[in-house]
């Protein structure tokens, strides 16, 4: 699935504009629900969206990585984002 740049760009700023700093942290936690949801779509337009987040507020993850959850052996995306 090809993802329209203008959606990301849109649901990016929305998340921007409602969150704040904190939209990229948001953004990643709906990426969290996709993939929980196994809705493959979802997750590749939420993970552009985190990605536009960064690039917008100039920012970016310290750490970025695979998590286990433990809960129901699905890898989930953690990202610990610098102040």
């Known amino acids: 699935m090809v993802v329209a740049d203008a959606e990301v ?3 990016a700023r929305e998340m921007i504009a ?3 700093p904190r939209a ?3 953004a990643t936690e709906r990426l969290n ?3 929980d949801r196994n809705n493959i779509p979802g997750r590749d337009v939420w993970a552009c ?3 536009a987040i960064h690039e917008r507020q100039g920012s970016g993850p310290v750490f970025a990585g695979w998590l286990h959850d433990r809960r129901n052996s699905v890898p989930r ?3 610990a984002i610098s102040p």
């Open 49 to 51: 969206v985190v990605h």
């Open 24 to 26: 990229a942290r948001m």
């Open 9 to 11: 760009e849109r649901l």
């Open 77 to 79: 995306l953690e990202i």
């Open 33 to 35: 629900e996709m993939i």
């Open 18 to 20: 409602t969150h704040g």
